[in-house]
């Protein structure tokens, strides 16, 4: 056989690759700006918001008893209750943060006293330009901990589909003559081999073919047509060119399924 049977990369296995390195790719990222920055940044949307209440609630106990000279100074005097934890805030955060400015206006407070979150919280992050809105409760430590965990785990997942898709776009399968190239190892010549397995062809397009070493033991070579070529009808259907390519030139032990055909002639076979 003189034909070259040559059998690339899949366009769906190089897809499916791709999706997978997308996928974890931006798992890891969003889980590293989570452990980074992001339950930082929203610890303190959180601990502003508490202020809020705090400041609301202060306002309406003592709106009718205070002027809006002394609520000012009350107000410009009080600091966010933060944790005693600093690491669960952003790095570089002050050890004491005033309450947000606008709490110390006596108008803006009455006015907002109808709607707390929407017309003093959400106003006010407009006005700094927050990016998260309070969270229901603050994220400890531990929780921040978790996602640089997932963090690398998601990052070894991202190399690991980087490794596998750039191994698998450098190699393929080559028939040429009697000689067979699998996508990894060296090449060996089909009367070399010894026993080919093709159960998982004909479902899982999986075989696996073992070949003399000298006088070491049998070398296995494994031969994925879903990766490598493919069966589309449309192109020729690579893989199962190869196959039969290596079938008709290999003559030691063929291990495959009996078609339902092939067993119910059996009993037949023998009666006569």
């Not at 980074?36 to 809020?52: F, H, I, L, P, Q």
């Not at 006015?111 to 990016?131: H, I, S, T």
């Not at 010549?189 to 010894?194: A, G, S, T």
Request: hydrophobic fraction near 40%; include cysteine; charge should be negative.
């Amino acid at each position: 056989m003189s034909e070259r049977i040559e059998c690339k990369p899949t366009q769906w296995f190089l897809l499916r690759a791709a999706a997978m390195l997308l996928m974890f790719g931006i798992f890891a990222g969003m889980f590293f700006k989570d452990g980074k920055w992001g339950y930082r940044e929203k610890n303190v949307s959180y601990y502003t918001w508490r202020a809020v209440e705090e400041a609301a609630a202060k306002f309406g106990e003592e709106q009718s008893k205070m002027t809006p000279a002394e609520w000012k100074e009350y107000a410009e005097s009080q600091t966010l209750d933060l944790p005693e934890d600093r690491s669960i805030l952003p790095v570089g955060t002050p050890e004491s943060l005033p309450w947000p400015a606008l709490l110390a206006d006596y108008d803006v407070m009455k006015e907002g006293m109808a709607n707390p979150k929407k017309l003093l919280f959400d106003r006010y992050r407009d006005e700094v330009g927050m990016k998260y809105d309070a969270p229901d409760k603050d994220f400890t430590a531990g929780k921040i901990f978790e996602q640089w965990v997932v963090f690398w785990i998601c990052l070894v997942l991202t190399l690991g589909a980087l490794i596998v898709l750039l191994r698998t776009i450098s190699r393929k399968m080559v028939l040429h003559g009697t000689t067979f190239q699998p996508a990894g190892g060296k090449p060996v010549d089909i009367e070399d081999l010894v026993r080919l397995d093709l159960r998982r062809w004909d479902r899982k397009g999986l075989a696996f073919a073992w070949a003399r070493s000298g006088n070491g033991p049998e070398r296995k070579i494994r031969i994925d047509g879903l990766t490598y070529g493919g069966f589309k009808k449309e192109e020729g259907e690579p893989a199962e060119k190869l196959m039969e390519g290596l079938k008709a030139g290999f003559s030691g032990e063929l291990i495959e399924y009996e078609s339902e055909e092939e067993s119910a002639e059996a009993p037949e076979a023998a009666g006569s």
